[in-house]
């Protein structure tokens, strides 16, 4: 294929990808992008993410990424509805900038991961597994999905099919290795809930770390995921090795199990609790 015939087969996808992801703000510490009507993503320059969902009378901010000047003014730029800020769990780069805000959501399986902390000085409004959240036909569904953390949770949008997951399932690379542990069939559980959403018409897994994938995960990604996890728990996993990662990341000798886009970390003495 010829220089010009490339470029002939490049410009529509590129064409294509700019109608459907537009970037509408951009600062020093981050940018956002419109990935469908009334669904942005915030991009941070050290990776992390959040999502703005909007509805009719509210919106919704999923995480709040790590250090983010004013973000509740950069959010204003894109709302002025009410704001509800939920946090798919504890970690400080899902977290960081709280502070900005008045009031946040989380399951209280995770107030665990709070105590390292300096306190919260708003008010804490603790979701629930399958609670409903009423932006204004716009409705989201709050699953809890541990195993990352105990509270983690994952977002529901019904209606366009999107789960927003965190670091539930990994953005490539789920991290199972951290304190307090999870035994694996813990993740194996969250792992088939998420299927059996995915029977019922979820078909965009958007992850909490969006800039290492730039696009939702499919069905296919969560298949891999359990098929990894169960050889884990069944003991035939062949292929893990150990996972080098030069910080410190909650365990003495961490191994890492890889297939295809799915990765996980995990610790071999914590597999069975
Ligand atoms: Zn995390
Ligand atoms: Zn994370």
Known sequence: MNKKSILLLAFPLLMGWMASAQSVYKNQDL??????????V???????????????????????GTKCEKLNEVVRAITKKPLVV??????????????????????????????NGKPYQGKIHFVADNQIFDLGKKKL?????PAHTPGSIVVLDHAAGNCFSGDAFGSGQVWLQLKPYAPIKTYISSLV?????????????????????????????????????????????RNAVPFDRKVSIGCEHPMILTEGVASIVYDPEHLKY
């Open 141 to 145: 569904q709050i699953i809890h999905m």
């Open 31 to 40: 940018e956002i992008t419109k990935l469908e009507d009334h669904l942005w």
């Open 42 to 64: 915030f991009e941070t320059t050290d990776k992390t993410t959040m999502y703005l969902i909007e509805g009719e009378k509210k919106a919704m901010l999923i995480d709040t």
């Open 193 to 237: 809930r998420m299927e059996t959403l995915m029977d019922m018409g979820i078909t965009k897994i958007y992850c909490g770390h969006y800039p290492y994938v730039k696009k939702a995960y499919d069905r296919s990604y969560i298949q891999t995921m359990l098929k990894l996890a169960k050889s884990l728990d069944d003991g035939t996993a």
């Open 86 to 115: 939920l946090l798919t769990h504890m970690h400080g780069d899902h977290a960081g900038n709280i502070d900005q805000f008045g009031e946040i959501w989380f399951h209280p399986a995770d107030t665990v991961l709070l105590k």
